[in-house]
């Protein structure tokens, strides 16, 4: 398929300059972004996470998304906002609350990442780095292309292909959004994805948001394993969906509402 010409730029990791430590940087930006984790069943490891990110003194909310164990309470222990949804909606709908109680609060930026323990709080610092940049992306997701099985490769493959998306982890879930990107995305009208990655990057480029990437080291998880890429069959479904949102969101043109 023909390619969106979606502007993407990617970077290594950067250090702190020696005279600014991680947490002076973090307590500054506290009073502009919010740190969103969405987690279902996830009580093993998101207090742990949630300890981390308030460790820096960024504001967390975690959006439990109807889990059947305790990680509503488990992270609220730790320190975190608890949002919790009346039913399983998935990681986008769990997410777009996030962003929307964020917005209602005066968050400029919203920082999201996983629960289960791949990403690290301390590498928001590369992010926040990237979004202050001169060139002002509006978007800026931590990549780990080495982290990829064979499915996971797969289905990015193939995503790329029915996308025109020139993103190499097209399903990181570690990212950064300003004002206009969360603007957008908080809209009624972008709630009915399952999934964050190609329908909402889709609807990123649609509306001429810049969307850059960044090199991050992540980890295994912890416990559990991926919903989305335990097995073929559920790469399969993923894909199927995935390329009907595509194909439906391809075209489409919606001024974002400040």
Known sequence: MANPGTVVQRHPASMASP???????????????????????????????????TATGLPVVVVDDHSADCTAETARRAGACVLQLPFHAGAWAAIQAGMRFARQHGYEFVATLDADGQHDP??????????????????????????ANKRRRLAWRVLRWLSGLDIQDLTSGFRIY???????????????????DVGVLLC???????????EVPMC???????????????????????????TSRRGRRTEPAE
């Open 122 to 147: 301390a590498d928001l610092e590369t992010l926040l780095e990237r979004i202050d940049a001169a060139d002002h992306p509006n978007v800026v997701i931590g990549a780990c292309v080495d982290r």
């Open 178 to 196: 300003d004002r206009k990107a969360l603007a957008l995305l908080a809209q009624p009208d972008q709630t009915l994805l399952e999934y964050q």
């Open 220 to 246: 295994a998880r912890a416990h559990g394993i991926s919903r989305i890429f335990r097995s073929w069959p559920m790469v399969v479904y993923y894909l199927i969906y995935s390329a009907l949102i595509g």
């Open 19 to 53: 005279d600014e430590s991680k947490i002076a940087r973090f307590r500054r930006a506290a009073h502009k972004m919010m740190v969103v984790i969405p987690a279902r069943d996830e009580a093993a490891d998101v207090g742990e996470i949630v300890r981390q990110v």
């Open 204 to 214: 990123l480029h649609a509306h001429g948001m810049r969307v850059c990437e960044v």
